[in-house]
């Protein structure tokens, strides 16, 4: 996507710095056409004109979704937030880093689900195709992957020795696909998730058979 800003003033570098400002990127990064040289008046006078020039950056989806979040976090109090844009196949991941988050994680980290999601819209739009944007803080996507994978393997275990079905708190797809997938090879136990959004669950975990 194409992002610009066409500015008046009476240099070129003047003129560039507006731009550059309006775009919210350095001047080294932006691209630059020159639309019109600045021209002096006549005997200080007659005629003149100010330089105008085009400022342009070609932003990406992972660019476009790192800025939009940034300015979501900065409306949340966190004003001294980095975020590093990790390019993946089909989509991106944006780790945060500077900062104590753990207000953004929120309970079972619904608050990042949800940053997630909104800054997810943002990036389908540039190119109006499918892109995913996972949002990470401190690795805490990989801690809690690992935390669900032990608990899928405790509750299977469990499910497999008494035949007993286990019903487990709500959870999104992601974390619901993480523990199907842990106990897919497990030839005692089958998983089925039920209900609606958001309140849809994990359920079984019972022995085959039963």
Do not use: W
């Not at 610009?4 to 932006?30: D, H, N, S, Y």
């Not at 089909?90 to 988050?101: I, T, V």
Request: glycine share 10%.
């Amino acid at each position: 996507m194409l992002k610009e800003a066409i500015k008046e003033a009476a240099t070129i570098e003047e003129a560039t710095r507006a731009a550059a400002l309006e775009l919210g990127v350095p001047v080294e990064k932006m691209q630059v056409e020159i639309l019109q040289q600045p021209q002096k008046k006549t005997f200080g006078l007659f005629g003149g004109c100010p330089a105008r020039v085009r400022g342009y950056v070609e932003e990406s989806a992972a660019s476009t979704a790192a800025a939009y979040l940034k300015e979501i976090l900065r409306g949340m109090g966190y004003d001294k937030v980095e975020i590093e844009i990790k390019e993946e196949e089909k989509g991106c991941q944006l780790a945060l880093s500077g900062e104590e988050f753990g207000s953004i994680i929120g309970r079972r980290g619904e608050t990042l689900d949800a940053l997630q999601y909104l800054t997810g819209l943002v990036a389908n739009r540039v190119d109006n195709s499918y892109y995913r944007v996972t949002i990470d803080v401190g690795n805490y996507r990989e801690k809690r992957e690992e935390a669900l994978q032990e608990l899928a393997r405790r509750i299977g275990n469990q499910a497999a020795k008494t035949g007993r079905r286990t019903s487990l708190e709500p959870m999104n797809p992601y974390e619901r696909r993480i523990l199907h997938a842990t106990l897919q090879n497990n030839p005692k136990v089958e998983t089925i998730s039920e209900g609606e959004e958001p309140y849809r669950r994990g359920r079984g975990f019972l022995e085959r058979g039963q």
